[in-house]
């Protein structure tokens, strides 16, 4: 897929929704990240990403140690993305990841206000209430997800992210996700967002040699910057050319003058024979 895209293969503008799919796009970045190793471009990705609650803690914790991803994993009845295991010292962060490019989250909330309990785990939650981001976080605060490539005993914290192409969080999402929470404030710093935007500057360096890894990297740079995926850095022509208008097109003169001045007169200071406002 990733050669395709490169070569124009799948166009953007095409009827076919498959080729405008998020799982296009989730595979070619993500199945692209995952041959390299995870500290060359995986984890800074991850650590730009901006919590919903102002206090809450970095996604990325300060003593990883190692990564690994479980592509489209069901949680509960539903299927994420992905699943980002982040590996400690004996213990594991668990990340679920939706990916969206040009449409928001799939499902809306049935029942406004009252459908999950935050602290109400004692049974296996199934889909609750509909919407999308609430559902995936509940099913993995209840590890209800298959695969399973951790020990629930060893979890120490669980978080949502949500990518999108968005130059901003779409903070409206979020929030119809929270209200879907008996008490939203408790489950708030579990969401996490983060913009398709923010890996372009995230890759290394360029390298010389034409190594495995500098390839993978050219490629995925590619793909990003034909996608429009990239940060705005400002215009590419600092001194654009300018073109100044020819000395006739001014308003003031000729017919326009005529009629932007017809109703004017003169100050009284200045003798009424003195056209002041006509050119030599």
Known sequence: MLKAELHGKIADDS??????????????????LSYLPPAAALLPWIARATPLATHARPLLPSDVQDAALVFWPKLAEREADLLLVLLLSGTVELVAIECKY??????????????LAADDLGEEPLIACGDQLADYLTALRAHNVRPRPYEPTKVRRVSLLYVTA???????????SL????????????FYW???????????????GGSVAARIVSDLRDLLDRKGLRPFAGFRDPAPALTVPPAHAAFWRGSLGSIFFRHLSPPSSIPTHATWWTPA
């Open 194 to 208: 983060l913009s398709w935007r923010d890996l372009f500057t995230c890759l290394p360096a360029a390298e010389a």
């Open 179 to 190: 209200s879907q929470f008996k008490r939203p404030d408790e489950v708030r710093d579990a």
């Open 102 to 115: 040009h449409r928001g989250k799939s499902g809306r909330a049935r029942n406004l206000g009252n459908e």
């Open 166 to 176: 968005h130059a901003a969080p779409p903070w409206g999402e979020f929030e119809e």
């Open 15 to 32: 009827s076919n929704a498959t080729e405008r799919s998020e799982d296009v796009l989730t595979s070619n970045v993500f199945g692209t």
